[in-house]
């Protein structure tokens, strides 16, 4: 059972403060507790650091890794980078994508994995690599990348 | 010039002895050993550390703040990763002397949102150096206190920008602000701050034991110390490497194993892409600004996918504050699509697209949008055959 929105944001106002330069860690631990940042989110941390919803929203949609849609349970982030281009990155892409029936950017319909791609992760020299929520996973190929989405809860 | 592992040596100094000769030095001293070793800053731009260091010390205003830009986004760069991985005591070490140096107490690591699972092995050193007294209040017995905390990215390239990077720091969208101020005058929440990159903290505390001669003698003339260089890409043994300043790009390739060089990517996608002619170049300030990431292409692949690739991910990193940067990425790829489809066929047609890409050097606010031409100038002047010639104005 997740925590509603706005007492993820208390807990965070405990810690990261209610200063604007609190914003970051706020809507950050909003983003990885839910896998996005609700518009109830939005609210509570524009009053908590006394700042208009537009301007957290201003912030928020600036970085890729916030989100305001619902994402799945997991968060696949393949990087397509020239060093994991160059190692096969955009076959093991379509390989995910043909398994698990989705597009980039889309959500599996049983809301287990989002599928995104992002640059460079600084995991050239081990490419091709994709992170998977906090996990890095290297040296992948198609065959491979596919069995450990698989095993996903 | 040749590999010599110093920051990445088997055999390292002890934990804190930099620190202890620091704190029994003034913090003049320590500022000027910095500055005199010339080191200059690891993170690509290549400012001279010491100086950083004692306009942040001279300048007026509370609070003063270390910050340690640990937003390796640079595409091919990993140097920062090992060295967060396992060198973290030697870069809480050198933010401390920094801290001593310019008189702050508060240090930050801004890491990228990449890298969370570096996060529980800096605390455990963290942790241990505050056990020792390296760290925390009253270090060594003196009245000097310093601590650490980290702070998140939320991933934006831009961010490796220090001025971007103080804004996200902030609560802000991390767009670059104008300068002056300079952030050593006015950086995060107004105060005097300095952002240096991860290895540049790390150097620190070697140039404190050993001295500031010792350090200019492992380089070459202005370009002094060691330097680390990520290698990725069509190389037998990718992998950081840590290399004299100075040391030619060939030297580098040959310890790291490569046979088939068509090009080479020296310092990132905004950085400079060098032909196999080229490999007697020198990763210098001065010829090569050698950032930290060494790509290398061998003769099959097609430096037009190379230049796609770079330029989707300006697209996508420009923050979109000003208008060179955020329109002229997106027409450099549509230049170089339109080369791929034929609808370009002459360099006559390239003219104006290489007027655009100085337009880009001399009118972007930030070092992406003036560096971002870099790869459209190289790869299309030095690997690209038109009927007139090759690429190029």
């Known amino acids: ?153 | 010039m040749s590999e010599k592992r110093i920051l990445t040596a088997a055999e390292q100094p002890e934990a804190g002895a930099a620190l202890k000769k620091s704190l029994e030095m003034t913090k003049a001293d320590v500022v000027f050993e910095v500055r005199e070793s010339n080191m200059r800053g690891r993170g690509g731009a290549g400012f001279p550390t010491g100086v950083k260091w004692n306009l942040a010390g001279a300048a007026s205003g509370a609070n003063k703040m270390v910050i340690c830009n640990a937003d390796e986004g640079e595409p091919g760069t990993f140097k920062d990763k090992l060295l967060l991985e396992k060198y973290a005591s030697k870069l809480l070490e050198g933010m401390t002397i920094g801290g001593y140096a310019i008189g702050s107490s508060q240090g930050i690591i801004y890491l990228r949102a990449e890298y969370p699972y570096l996060v529980p092995g800096i605390m455990k050193v963290r942790e241990e150096l505050i056990s020792k007294n390296f760290l925390g209040e009253g270090i060594l017995g003196t009245d000097f206190s310093f601590d650490v905390e980290i702070r998140m990215g939320a991933g934006a390239y831009v961010c490796g920008e220090e001025t971007s990077l103080i804004e996200s720091l902030e609560g802000k969208r991390g767009e670059p602000r104008n300068k002056p101020p300079f952030p050593v005058n006015s950086g995060y929440l107004s105060r005097p701050t300095i952002v240096n990159n991860v290895e540049t903290f790390v150097s620190v505390p070697y140039i404190i034991l050993n001295g500031s001669e010792w350090y200019q003698d492992l380089g070459i003339g202005s370009c002094t110390g060691t330097k680390l260089f990520s290698i990725s890409g069509d190389v037998e043994n990718p992998g950081v490497y840590e290399f004299q300043m100075g040391s030619t790009i060939g030297e580098l390739l040959e310890v790291a194993g490569v046979k088939d060089v068509q090009a080479v990517q020296v310092g990132g996608a905004s950085g400079t892409t060098i032909s196999a002619g080229e490999l007697d170049r020198k990763l210098s300030f001065e010829d090569l600004p050698p950032g930290g990431s060494v790509i290398v292409f061998n003769s099959s692949r097609n430096m037009m996918d190379v230049l796609e690739n770079f330029l989707e991910f300006f697209v996508h990193e420009s923050c979109g504050q000003c208008a060179p940067c955020r329109e002229g990425n997106v027409r450099l790829l549509d230049t170089a699509r339109a080369i791929r489809g034929g609808k370009i066929t002459s360099r006559e047609e390239l003219k104006p697209f290489f007027m655009l890409a100085e337009v880009m050097k001399l009118g972007s606010k930030c070092g992406l949008g003036q560096t971002s031409p870099n790869c459209f100038v190289d790869i299309i002047t030095k690997f690209i055959d038109f009927p007139d010639g090759k690429g190029g104005m």
């Open chain 1, 1 to 153: 059972m997740s925590r509603k929105p706005e007492d993820i944001v208390s807990a965070a106002v405990v810690k990261h403060g209610s200063g604007r330069e609190a914003v970051m860690g706020i809507l950050t631990d909003v983003n990885r507790e839910l896998g996005y940042i609700p518009e109830e989110a939005i609210k509570a941390a524009a009053k908590a650091v006394d700042v208009s919803n537009a301007e957290i929203y201003s912030v928020l949609s600036f970085y890729s890794f916030f989100s305001t849609e619902p994402r799945g349970r997991n968060i696949v982030r393949l990087c397509n980078t020239i060093s994991c281009e160059m190692n096969g990155s955009s076959d093991i892409l379509d390989a995910i994508e043909k398994e698990l029936d989705i597009k980039t950017g889309e959500t599996t319909a049983d809301g287990r994995i989002t599928l995104e791609t992002t640059s460079c992760i600084g995991l050239c020299d081990e490419s091709p690599a994709m992170l998977i929520n906090d996990t890095p996973h290297t040296r992948l190929t198609p065959e491979e990348a596919c069995k450990i989405l698989a095993g996903l809860e």
